[in-house]
């Protein structure tokens, strides 16, 4: 089990596995967030609190959740409005510096071709 947590303490998220690659996409949110983005199955992903703990920005189709800690603000992870999808984002700056540094980071272009650019 691997936990990310925010800068606060008040959001942590537990994931089943580190990851081996995390994306670093240049849409318009991920480019000013910064993220580094490590995919999950929204049922491996154990948030806690499991709500209240975040607030959600929305935008444009409104698919995607993204949450940030109510208290710090971090970027803890994007989470899917259609909760039959199977994939959600977990922020992995949030992991412990080592478990970040173990990743191959991807660059996605998420602003234009939506593809992996150094796939
Ligand atoms: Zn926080």
């Given at each position: 089990m691997i936990e990310a947590s925010c800068h606060c303490g008040a959001v942590r998220i537990e994931?089943?596995?580190?990851?081996?690659a995390v994306?670093?996409?240049?849409?318009?949110?991920?480019?000013?967030?910064?993220a580094l983005?490590?995919?999950?199955?929204?049922k491996d992903v154990r948030v806690i609190p499991q709500s209240g703990a975040t607030d959600i920005y929305m935008w444009g189709d409104r698919e995607i959740e993204f949450h940030r800690c109510k208290v710090c603000g971090n970027f803890t992870h994007w989470s899917p409005v259609d909760k039959s999808l199977d994939r959600m984002g977990v922020n992995a700056r949030l992991m412990a510096p080592q478990v970040l540094a173990a990743a191959r980071v991807?660059?996605?272009?998420?602003?234009?071709?939506?593809?992996?650019?150094?796939?």
């Open positions: 994931v089943p596995s580190a990851p081996e994306t670093s996409c240049n849409c318009s949110i991920c480019r000013r967030t910064g983005l490590a995919y999950y199955a929204p991807r660059r996605f272009d998420g602003a234009d071709t939506w593809t992996f650019i150094d796939a």
